[in-house]
């Protein structure tokens, strides 16, 4: 009698060991796809920010004749597109790329006025207010 409930009391461990193994592994795995999706969107960020880098350089190689700009836009373009790749590895591709020129976008006329002098209008600052939104909308409607 004892050794039947003994062996009732071995195997009821074993189930509950079992479930929670389980549990734990589903957890973990909701935690990995998590930690994915968060280094997704600061790979997009970076992407970004390289594309701002490179448009900008651009700018200083005068048309590709300048040696070091022309180099520094070739090496930042490369970044921009590894970053946008890795990003691209989790996030839809119509959110990702979208967000990746809203970013370009925006720092690069933010840089053009601050760099270059470019003009501040209020035509041109409510467009850029436009991506902003866009860009901003995308992030929160994103299934990801």
Not at 15 to 23: D, G, S
């Amino acid at each position: 009698m004892i050794v039947i409930a003994l062996a009732f009391y071995r195997y009821d461990e074993a189930v509950a060991i079992a479930y929670f193994q389980e549990k734990i592994k589903s957890q973990f795995q909701v935690l990995q796809h998590v930690k994915e999706e968060c280094m997704a969107w600061i790979y997009l960020l970076i992407a970004g920010l390289f594309e701002v880098g490179w448009a900008i350089s651009i700018k200083y190689s005068q048309g590709f004749t300048r040696l070091g700009p022309s180099v520094a836009t070739i090496g930042l373009m490369i970044f921009s597109f590894g970053f946008l790749s890795r990003a691209l590895r989790t996030l839809p591709l119509g959110t990702a790329y979208t967000i990746w020129t809203g970013i370009g976008a925006i720092g690069t006329v933010f840089l053009g006025i601050v760099l270059f002098q470019e003009p501040i209008e209020v035509r041109r600052l409510t467009c850029i207010g436009l991506i902003v939104i866009g860009v901003i909308g995308l992030r929160l409607v994103s299934p990801h």
